[in-house]
């Protein structure tokens, strides 16, 4: 054979083994990239992660708005053919047991409230009205005013006059804190001069106390009962300071029953 041609049949055999290396190189290298993945393919958990996260940091809700404060009588109690007496809703009534809210009974006892005051008939010893049971009960001094709440008839079928036995009233005292009272124990004639019970000044509102010294009958017995409390190392200063802060209590009551304008909406109330 002519070498011309043996050197071509060489030179197209190493091309075309040339170009096969190639196109076997090219399938494994030029293959078009793989999609990207989304974040949920790559890593599900992140996902997870980030919306736990954001669970975390999300701030808390805001413990519900208390509803205000009644402002009409939910029913009128018989008394007497001539007497009712206009009480609140029994759930408000019983949540306002449940507790101590002296802001409440100052808003409550607000000269134009509907609500209805009765008064002691003599010294009693009456029980918390939620139904705790104290050591000593709570003292209650004649001609004391309180607001009715609840009334609880006497068991049926039981003589009043030999058993004693007589409907109880749940009522609320000025200092926020609701007693029951025999039926006897109340009178329903407004006496003269109606006391109030000792208000703790301290635990009123900043709103509450700065709409009580408006009146310059309480402000006068305010600074009276500080100057007194100032200083109860003995107790004849005790007795002092004691006597004080009920008249300056006797203020609060006084004012209100005049007509004094106090906060209709408490911070704290049931």
């Given at each position: 054979m002519?070498p011309?041609?043996?050197?071509?049949?060489?030179?197209?055999?190493?091309?075309?083994?040339?170009?096969?290396?190639?196109?076997?190189?090219?399938?494994?290298?030029?293959?078009?990239?793989?999609?990207?993945?989304?974040?949920?393919?790559?890593?599900?958990?992140?996902?997870?992660?980030?919306?736990?996260?954001?669970?975390?940091?999300?701030a808390?809700?805001?413990?519900?708005?208390?509803?205000?404060?009644p402002?009409?009588?939910?029913?009128?109690?018989?008394?007497?053919?001539?007497?009712?007496?206009?009480?609140?809703?029994q759930?408000?009534?019983?949540?306002?047991?449940?507790?101590?809210?002296?802001?409440?009974?100052?808003?409550?006892?607000?000269?134009?409230?509907?609500?209805?005051?009765?008064?002691?008939?003599?010294?009693?010893?009456?029980?918390?009205?939620?139904?705790?049971?104290?050591?000593?009960?709570?003292?209650?001094?004649?001609?004391?005013e309180?607001?009715?709440?609840?009334?609880?008839?006497?068991?049926?079928?039981?003589?009043?006059?030999?058993?004693?036995?007589?409907?109880?009233?749940?009522?609320?005292?000025w200092?926020?804190?609701?007693?029951?009272?025999?039926?006897?124990?109340?009178?329903?004639k407004?006496?003269?001069?109606?006391?109030?019970?000792?208000?703790?000044w301290?635990?009123?509102?900043?709103?509450?106390?700065?709409?009580?010294?408006?009146?310059?009958?309480?402000?006068?017995?305010?600074?009276?009962?500080?100057?007194?409390?100032?200083?109860?190392?003995?107790?004849?200063?005790?007795?002092?300071?004691?006597?004080?802060?009920?008249?300056?209590?006797?203020?609060?009551?006084?004012?209100?029953?005049?007509?004094?304008?106090?906060?209709?909406?408490?911070?704290?109330?049931?």
């Amino acid at each position: 054979m002519h070498p011309a041609r043996v050197y071509r049949g060489i030179f197209w055999s190493s091309l075309l083994a040339i170009a096969s290396v190639a196109a076997i190189t090219c399938v494994a290298s030029c293959a078009p990239p793989p999609a990207p993945a989304t974040v949920s393919q790559v890593a599900p958990s992140e996902a997870v992660v980030a919306a736990s996260v954001t669970e975390a940091d999300a701030a808390p809700d805001e413990p519900p708005e208390p509803p205000p404060l009644p402002s009409s009588c939910a029913e009128r109690l018989e008394i007497t053919k001539d007497d009712s007496a206009c009480i609140p809703d029994q759930d408000f009534a019983k949540r306002l047991c449940a507790g101590s809210f002296p802001d409440v009974a100052i808003a409550l006892n607000a000269k134009d409230s509907p609500w209805s005051r009765v008064w002691l008939a003599g010294d009693v010893e009456a029980w918390n009205a939620s139904g705790a049971r104290f050591t000593n009960p709570e003292k209650l001094l004649f001609d004391e005013e309180v607001l009715v709440l609840s009334r609880r008839a006497a068991p049926a079928g039981r003589a009043v006059v030999v058993s004693g036995v007589q409907a109880t009233y749940d009522v609320m005292r000025w200092d926020g804190t609701c007693v029951s009272v025999q039926e006897g124990e109340l009178r329903w004639k407004r006496p003269p001069a109606p006391k109030t019970a000792l208000i703790s000044w301290k635990n009123l509102e900043e709103s509450t106390r700065a709409a009580l010294l408006a009146s310059k009958w309480v402000k006068a017995a305010r600074d009276a009962a500080d100057k007194a409390c100032a200083s109860t190392d003995d107790a004849t200063k005790r007795l002092a300071c004691k006597t004080a802060e009920r008249e300056a209590s006797q203020a609060v009551g006084n004012a209100l029953r005049t007509g004094l304008s106090v906060p209709s909406t408490p911070a704290r109330r049931p």
